[in-house]
């Protein structure tokens, strides 16, 4: 194949806790690395039926339905070819044909698995499914004899199911065997069916053998043939159909029709980059072979005599490492499963700042050692609920990422938008080759946005449930948010009343200008200190905005209010908290000084003085701000005269203004 630039490739595909899609990811995982192209997976599951059987009873609070939405936001993905594994796509495609959903992605070169499509830009790869249920129903007809086949079909809307269904019809009429409703019991190709084969037997006491039309399903046909007693192999046959890992080992060994999911992968990555390099790729069906093992009541065919002492000791070789890899999965898994708790509550630690919570799950994204991970959130959660129409937002960005172990979150109006051109894949322009499982964040009928993680693809079932984690974060993380602004608005009506009451109640004590009290206010805090603090040296000293008047007269009265704010902020840097300080006239300030140290006057003119001075050096007025100050010192008491000390403090005042300037004009 020529050389190319490294393409972006997404694939499209639910069901990926079941064996086959696994498979289909498996294969097209190896295929991208060896073609060095990127990838995307859009993952979704389904957990219904799980819960179900864990669970009992009909799980009703199932959200399910949310993962058949992943799809449509490839469509902002920036991707340059597709595949999609349309059979596993969910319970939204029910009513939606193959030929319309596939109009929605045709704009760009995409492949179909398990479909048969034949739009443009389309290309199709399947199984020969037909020929796969036909190898099985000619063994059980033929070898065994049977007449009485059920069938356990799977989902109704899946392309893949339809056809096997139709081969079993077919062979029994070939062979001209009665088929009535009753022997047909519709599957959905999970692994739990177990319901469904129990009507079946009950409806057909004298049943020989069941044809599952894929390997889980046909895992609880032995589970329910247990609980009865029968002995699968002997009282009756089971088939399956895909040849799955644990079909070998089950007891007795699955007969099965044996399709290889990680060659299907392999192909849709080599026909997608055939088609994006601009050649012609035709559909095509991937051949199917029958493996006859011991559930149809033969001797396993592998080319070995079942009972040589070589074959004995490789089946004991086979059983100790898959007990040693089973050992290692369980220890992974401990030492993972730990870590989901501790996420969340590093998570809810953060409810109070959405920054820090969004840095918090990227650090542990850091600690799980992802080559880079991302999290594009919606700016408000989009409410979805299953009987609605479905329309993808288009309002993505991203909020957070990890990447060569650099973390960093962005506030709201500082997230990039992910636009239909450069997409989630501009993420990819580092130069590297990534391969991003893309996960939904939801909880319940809410969603955030996405998680895309560079991972690999055992991970994957991991990380689904930190994802889970992760969404229903999001959901407190919200609820906590809308509480801190019912709370704020609480706070803030409060406040209101207490402003207003405080301002009717100091009103007549304020000057309006500076906020700083009046003459009013500071004889009233005068007083009280001295009443208060009897016996303690205190200095009061008057103060005089120098040539008030000439800057009203040449600059105008705003800037005349601009001098006089300026001094009431230059004074309240000069003084504590405790300290008084108050506006009585058009350019007069006092201030009542707490101090106990002896001859504080001069230090204080220094200080304010300085404070001038830097004010001015930063000041762009044609104009300088300057004071004159009047120091008199006394000792409190009951009894002092606080008019009389202000007299006082007044004449040095009238001292200190004959060395002030002659004009405050900037030079």
Same mark, same amino acid.
């Given at each position: 194949?020529?050389?190319?630039?490294?393409?972006?490739?997404?694939?499209?595909?639910?069901?990926?806790?079941?064996?086959?899609?696994?498979?289909?990811?498996?294969?097209?995982?190896?295929?991208?690395?060896?073609?060095?192209?990127?990838?995307?997976?859009?993952?979704?599951?389904?957990?219904?039926? +799980?819960?179900?059987?864990?669970?009992?009873?009909?799980?009703?609070?199932? =959200?399910?339905?949310?993962?058949?939405?992943?799809?449509?936001?490839?469509?902002?993905?920036? &991707?340059?070819? #597709?595949?999609? %594994?349309?059979?596993?796509?969910?319970?939204?495609?029910?009513?939606?044909? !193959?030929?319309?959903?596939?109009?929605?992605?045709?704009?760009?070169?995409?492949?179909?698995?398990?479909?048969?499509?034949?739009?443009?830009?389309?290309?199709?790869?399947?199984?020969?499914?037909?020929?796969?249920?036909?190898?099985?129903?000619?063994?059980?007809?033929?070898?065994?004899?049977?007449?009485?086949?059920?069938?356990?079909?799977?989902?109704?809307?899946?392309?893949?199911?339809?056809?096997?269904?139709? !081969?079993?019809?077919?062979?029994?009429?070939?062979?001209?065997?009665?088929?009535?409703?009753?022997?047909?019991?519709?599957?959905?190709?999970?692994?739990?069916?177990?319901?469904?084969?129990?009507?079946?037997?009950?409806?057909?006491?004298?049943?020989?053998?069941?044809?599952? !039309?894929?390997? $889980?399903?046909? =895992?609880?046909?032995?589970?329910?043939?247990?609980?009865?007693?029968?002995?699968?192999?002997?009282?009756?046959?089971?088939?399956?159909?895909?040849?799955? $890992?644990?079909?070998?080992?089950?007891?007795?060994?699955? /007969?099965?029709?044996?399709?290889?999911?990680?060659?299907?992968?392999?192909?849709?990555?080599?026909?997608?980059?055939?088609?994006?390099?601009?050649?012609?790729? #035709?559909?095509?069906?991937?051949?199917?072979?029958?493996? @006859?093992?011991?559930?149809?009541?033969?001797?396993?065919?592998?080319?070995?005599?079942?009972?040589?002492?070589?074959? =004995?000791?490789?089946?004991?070789?086979?059983?100790?490492?898959?007990?040693?890899?089973?050992?290692? $999965?369980?220890?992974?898994?401990?030492?993972?499963?730990?870590?989901?708790?501790?996420?969340?509550?590093?998570?809810?630690?953060?409810?109070?700042?959405?920054?820090?919570?969004?840095?918090?799950?990227?650090?542990?994204?850091?600690?799980?050692?992802?080559?880079?991970?991302? &999290? =594009?959130?919606?700016?408000?959660?989009?409410?979805?609920?299953?009987?609605?129409?479905?329309?993808?937002?288009?309002?993505?960005?991203?909020?957070?990422?990890?990447?060569?172990?650099?973390?960093?979150?962005?506030?709201?109006?500082?997230?990039?938008?992910?636009?239909?051109?450069?997409?989630?894949?501009?993420?990819?322009?580092?130069?590297?080759?990534?391969? +991003?499982?893309?996960?939904?964040?939801?909880?319940?009928?809410?969603?955030?946005?996405?998680?895309?993680?560079?991972? *690999?693809?055992?991970?994957?079932?991991?990380?689904?449930?930190?994802?889970?984690?992760?969404?229903?974060?999001?959901?407190? &993380? $919200?609820?906590?948010?809308?509480?801190?602004?019912?709370?704020?608005?609480?706070?803030?009506? #409060?406040?209101?009343?207490?402003?207003?009451?405080?301002?009717?109640?100091?009103?007549?004590? %304020?000057?309006?200008?500076?906020?700083?009290?009046?003459?009013?206010?500071?004889?009233?805090?005068?007083?009280?200190?001295?009443?208060?603090?009897?016996?303690?040296?205190?200095?009061? @000293?008057?103060?005089?905005?120098?040539?008030?008047?000439?800057?009203?007269? %040449?600059?105008?009265?705003?800037?005349?209010?601009?001098?006089?704010?300026?001094?009431?902020?230059?004074?309240?840097?000069?003084?504590?908290?405790?300290?008084?300080?108050?506006?009585?006239?058009?350019?007069?300030?006092?201030?009542?000084?707490?101090? /106990?140290?002896?001859?504080?006057?001069?230090?204080?003119?220094?200080?304010?003085?300085?404070?001038?001075?830097? +004010?001015?050096?930063?000041?762009?007025?044609?104009?300088?701000?300057?004071?004159?100050?009047?120091?008199?010192?006394?000792?409190?008491?009951?009894? /002092?005269?606080?008019?009389?000390?202000?007299?006082?403090?007044? *004449?040095?005042?009238?001292? !200190?203004?004959?060395?002030?300037?002659?004009?405050?004009?900037?030079?």
């Amino acid at each position: 194949m020529k050389e190319h630039r490294r393409y972006n490739i997404g694939i499209l595909i639910g069901g990926v806790h079941t064996y086959f899609p696994k498979e289909h990811i498996l294969g097209i995982a190896e295929a991208a690395e060896e073609l060095d192209a990127n990838v995307c997976f859009f993952l979704g599951t389904q957990t219904k039926d +799980f819960f179900e059987d864990m669970l009992g009873g009909t799980h009703k609070n199932s =959200f399910d339905y949310q993962f058949n939405t992943i799809h449509d936001y490839s469509l902002i993905g920036g &991707l340059d070819g #597709l595949i999609i %594994n349309y059979g596993t796509l969910g319970l939204q495609l029910k009513n939606e044909s !193959a030929e319309r959903f596939a109009l929605k992605f045709n704009s760009i070169p995409t492949v179909f698995l398990t479909e048969i499509v034949h739009e443009p830009n389309c290309h199709s790869l399947i199984c020969d499914n037909k020929q796969g249920i036909r190898l099985v129903m000619a063994h059980l007809i033929e070898e065994h004899h049977c007449s009485n086949i059920l069938f356990v079909s799977g989902p109704a809307q899946n392309t893949d199911a339809k056809e096997r269904k139709a !081969a079993y019809f077919e062979m029994m009429e070939r062979y001209h065997l009665p088929v009535s409703d009753k022997m047909i019991a519709q599957g959905d190709y999970s692994e739990f069916v177990d319901r469904q084969v129990d009507q079946l037997l009950d409806d057909n006491p004298n049943a020989e053998a069941i044809v599952f !039309a894929n390997d $889980e399903m046909a =895992f609880a046909g032995y589970r329910v043939c247990e609980k009865r007693g029968l002995k699968v192999g002997k009282d009756i046959l089971i088939t399956g159909f895909d040849d799955c $890992e644990r079909a070998s080992g089950m007891d007795p060994a699955l /007969t099965t029709v044996v399709q290889d999911g990680v060659l299907m992968g392999r192909m849709a990555v080599y026909d997608l980059i055939y088609k994006l390099d601009g050649k012609d790729a #035709l559909s095509r069906r991937v051949p199917v072979s029958l493996c @006859i093992r011991e559930s149809c009541g033969c001797q396993e065919k592998n080319g070995k005599t079942p009972n040589t002492p070589l074959n =004995f000791v490789d089946q004991i070789h086979k059983l100790n490492r898959t007990i040693t890899n089973m050992k290692l $999965e369980l220890i992974n898994f401990q030492r993972k499963s730990w870590f989901i708790p501790s996420l969340a509550r590093n998570l809810n630690d953060c409810m109070d700042d959405e920054h820090a919570f969004l840095l918090e799950a990227m650090e542990n994204m850091r600690e799980l050692r992802t080559k880079c991970t991302y &999290l =594009f959130l919606l700016d408000e959660p989009v409410v979805y609920r299953k009987d609605d129409k479905w329309k993808c937002p288009e309002n993505l960005r991203l909020a957070a990422y990890y990447k060569k172990e650099e973390v960093d979150a962005f506030h709201l109006y500082d997230r990039l938008p992910v636009s239909k051109e450069g997409g989630i894949c501009q993420l990819m322009e580092d130069g590297e080759r990534h391969q +991003f499982m893309i996960f939904l964040l939801f909880s319940g009928e809410r969603q955030y946005g996405l998680l895309a993680c560079d991972i *690999q693809q055992e991970e994957f079932p991991f990380f689904y449930v930190i994802s889970l984690q992760i969404g229903l974060s999001l959901r407190y &993380l $919200e609820i906590s948010k809308a509480e801190a602004a019912r709370h704020r608005e609480m706070t803030k009506d #409060l406040e209101m009343i207490r402003e207003r009451n405080r301002i009717l109640g100091i009103m007549s004590a %304020n000057d309006e200008l500076t906020g700083l009290l009046n003459l009013r206010g500071f004889t009233e805090e005068a007083k009280k200190f001295c009443h208060e603090e009897q016996g303690q040296r205190t200095y009061l @000293i008057c103060g005089d905005l120098d040539h008030l008047k000439e800057i009203n007269d %040449n600059w105008g009265h705003p800037a005349g209010n601009f001098a006089l704010r300026s001094v009431a902020e230059i004074l309240r840097g000069c003084i504590r908290s405790d300290d008084v300080l108050a506006r009585v006239g058009g350019d007069e300030f006092l201030i009542l000084l707490k101090c /106990t140290e002896k001859g504080y006057q001069e230090t204080f003119r220094k200080r304010v003085k300085d404070a001038c001075t830097y +004010f001015n050096e930063k000041s762009d007025k044609p104009f300088l701000v300057e004071l004159s100050l009047g120091i008199a010192e006394f000792c409190s008491g009951p009894q /002092t005269d606080i008019q009389q000390v202000i007299a006082t403090a007044d *004449q040095f005042l009238y001292e !200190a203004k004959k060395h002030r300037r002659k004009s405050i004009r900037r030079p």
